[in-house]
């Protein structure tokens, strides 16, 4: 910063005409200064237009301006060569960071470069025997270091130039005698050599790693690009068919009211027609009435005689078997048909809706590694999920309670309604949650025997009842325990499978990767049986109770 400062000032008070330090300074009249010799002879060479100008701003003076040495900026000048002069000095002594001449006396110098055998530092001037005197012609000079030292053995004070590859460290010549005495010993020069070929086999190494590394992140940064754009697609694709739905959905709802209103209007307009031909009889049954009363008041009785048989002719009447008004609504089938077409979408749609999400679920640029599974119960609490009991799937004889969190076996059946999906023969329900991805949970029980299982949801509800339990078949997988043992089942096959004893029992699913993981849960996790395979559909879990008391609960993880 000082020789920055010293070199703005060189700068101002320097002659714009020489561009060096102003000698017997003199200021002209608009107020520019110069050497007195270098403006004089550039006024000299305008003596002929007797019109003297300033070489900076231009302004003229007439007559040649009286030039007077300035005896303050002279000394300001002065003093300003000695700073920089000193300035440049310092910047030749060494300061603590640096590495100072060995040889100098007083303030020392800083050092050019250090000697390797002289063990030494050197500035320029104590550095010149080196170049000039064969003596020193052999020995090393390296960039000025402060660690020489430390190439000197501690124990011979000696240079230390070798080195003990058996026990791989820099020695000086007499160490082989004593301490690495018939140790594997070469020069350090030679050890260097040999070193070095395998740093440039390192270095071409690592290179080649960077080069592949390299090609790597530009093929994932494809792939994210492609990622990104199939994605962008697929929205636009399925916003489309959505969309499409949606348009047929309201033109069938414009279909029905339409049909609705002109049905509407043809049975009104029936009504309205027999309304009006009811009507019109009304009013001749009135009449002939009126005509009857009229004749019944005759006194004459020939007269009365001789009227009657046209008067007491009555017209046709209409049919009133015809008028069939129904008891029942009229339009509410339609409504109920509607229902009906509702509860049928909305069943495919969460049928469907499941194989939506499981296919989205499953695109995975990178491939899954089940090298990635937790090693601790906190790691596997990070993929913990909520599992509630679908009252629908659940045998009559087994109650849901604790917000369906809870399975307990009855000695009596409940009342459940008929439904499809519910299991016949034997105690067990499934989770109402699908599973994909990666998923833990933890499962509670007591009583005598229990199966923690997985399954597909079209899993049997029919047919025989072996086929039905959980783990007798190709679409689930089940741990059984019992009080003294652990078996694993799937497709009716039995493995013992053992293992601490315990009350709890965590489940560990990585859908994408097809794990499968049964784990004996107390202060530790303990693994019990472990699946790998491929799931083709979403799963669902499960518990199967053995008898009357028996629970199952799925706890609720923090």
Known sequence: MAQHGAQLDRENFSCSICLDLLKDPVTIPCGHSYCMSCINNFWDEEDKKEIYSCPQCRQTFTPRPVLVKSTMLAVVVEQLKKTGLQAAADLCYAGPEDVACDVCTGRKLKALKSCRQCLASYCEKHLQPHYESPTFKKHKLVDPSKKLQENICSRHDEVMKMFCRTDQQVICYLCPVEDHKGHDTVSAAVERTEKQRELEVSRLNIQQRIQDREKDVKLLQQEVEAVSLSADKTVED???????????????????????????????????????????????????????????????????????????????????????????????????AVSELRDKLQDILKEEWTNISLTVTEVDVLLSDSKTEPKTRAGFLKYSCVITLDPNTAYTSVLLHEGNRKAEVMAQQQSYSDHPERFTNHNQVLSRESLTGRCYWEVKWRGSRIRVAVAYKNISRAGAAYERLFGNNDKSWALRCATDSYEFWFKNIKTPVSGPRSKIFGVYLDHRAGILSFYSVSETMTLLHRVQTTFTQPLYAGVWLNSAGDTAEFCELK
């Open 238 to 336: 399925s916003e489309k068919i959505f969309t499409e739905l949606i348009c047929l959905l309201q033109k069938r709802s414009s279909d029905v009211k339409q049909q609705i209103r002109s049905q509407q209007e043809t049975e009104v307009t029936r009504v309205k027609e027999l309304q009006e031909q009811l009507q019109q009889e009304i009013t001749e049954l009135k009449r002939k009435d009126a005509e009857l009363k009229q004749l019944s008041h005759t006194e004459d009785h020939n007269q009365f005689l001789h009227n009657y048989p046209s008067v007491s002719q009555l017209s046709e009447s209409t049919d009133s078997s015809s008028i069939n008004i129904r008891p029942l609504s009229y339009f509410e089938d339609v409504t109920a």
